[in-house]
C-alpha cells in the first residue's frame, strides 16, 4: 500500500546542531508540505514543494531549508537547532493542484535542548 | 494574514446526540476546505472536504458550506465516544489550517 513515512519519529539533540528530518512517500504525490506543531498554535506550514526542484517558503520558515531532487522526498533541515524548534513535525503530502486533500505522515517529535 | 476561525473547545456532547464544529475563514477568495480529524498523539486525518456551497453528506458526517458568510462547518450525528477528538479545518488557497476544536463525546 501507498503510504508517507517519516524518520526519525523522536529526535533530541542540542542547540545550534544542524538536524534533518525525513519524509517520504510512495503515492507519487506532486506536493509535499511541511508543518509544525504546537500547542495554542495549531499547524502552522514550514516550507511546501509543488514538483522536483520547486520549493516556497510558508508561514514559519526561518531557520528551516528543503529541497526536492525527486517525488518521493522532502527532508527538512533545521541550520542550527533553536530551543523555539522544539515541537511535533508533520510532514503531509497530495496529488496535485491547489485543491486536493493532504494525506500526513505519523509526525516526528523533536526535542531542541 | 490569511486566517481561520474555530473555537477551541472543549465542546462536550453527550453520546448519540448532534455536535456542530464551526469554521469562519478570512479570504473570500478560498475555494476548498477540509476537515481533518486528529486523536492526541496521532496526525491529522481528513474526513470530508467540500467545494460548493451547501451541504455534503458522508455517513455520519454533514460538512456545510456558504461562502457568502465565509463559514463551514461539520455536523457530526449519532455521536459516539470513538469522536473524541480535535478538529481542524483548513482552506485553500492559500493553505490555512485553524487552530482546531477539541470534541468531548461523554458516553
Known amino acids: 500500500d501507498a503510504e508517507i513515512t517519516q524518520s526519525p519519529r523522536h529526535k533530541i539533540t542540542e542547540t545550534g546542531r544542524q538536524v534533518t528530518l525525513a519524509c517520504h512517500q510512495t503515492?507519487?504525490?506532486?506536493?509535499m508540505f511541511w508543518y509544525r506543531q504546537d500547542l495554542g498554535h495549531g499547524l502552522r506550514l514550514i516550507h511546501y514543494s509543488y514538483g522536483v526542484q520547486d520549493t516556497n517558503k510558508g508561514e514559519v520558515s526561518d531557520g528551516y531549508s528543503v529541497s526536492r531532487s525527486n517525488t518521493e522526498d522532502l527532508p527538512l533541515t533545521l541550520e542550527s537547532a533553536a530551543s523555539s524548534q522544539t515541537s511535533v513535525y508533520f510532514c503531509?503530502?497530495?496529488?496535485?493542484?491547489?485543491?486536493?486533500?493532504?494525506?500526513f505522515g505519523p509526525g516526528t517529535r523533536l526535542t531542541v535542548l | 494574514q490569511k486566517e481561520v476561525e474555530q473555537n477551541s473547545g472543549p465542546l462536550s456532547v453527550p453520546e448519540g446526540a448532534i455536535a456542530s464544529l464551526n469554521c469562519t475563514y478570512s479570504d473570500r477568495g478560498s475555494q476548498s476546505f477540509f476537515w481533518y480529524r486528529q486523536y492526541s498523539g496521532k496526525s491529522p486525518e481528513l474526513i470530508m472536504f467540500i467545494y460548493s456551497n451547501g451541504d455534503k453528506e458522508d455517513g455520519r458526517f454533514t460538512a456545510q458550506l456558504n461562502k457568502a458568510s465565509q463559514y463551514v462547518s461539520l455536523l457530526i450525528r449519532d455521536s459516539q465516544p470513538s469522536d473524541s477528538a480535535t478538529y481542524l479545518c483548513?482552506?485553500?488557497?492559500?493553505?490555512?489550517f485553524g487552530k482546531g476544536t477539541r470534541l468531548s463525546v461523554i458516553a
Open positions: 503531509a503530502s497530495s496529488r496535485g493542484g491547489q485543491g486536493n486533500e493532504q494525506f
Open positions: 503515492w507519487n504525490h506532486n506536493n
Open positions: 483548513a482552506v485553500t488557497p492559500p493553505l490555512v
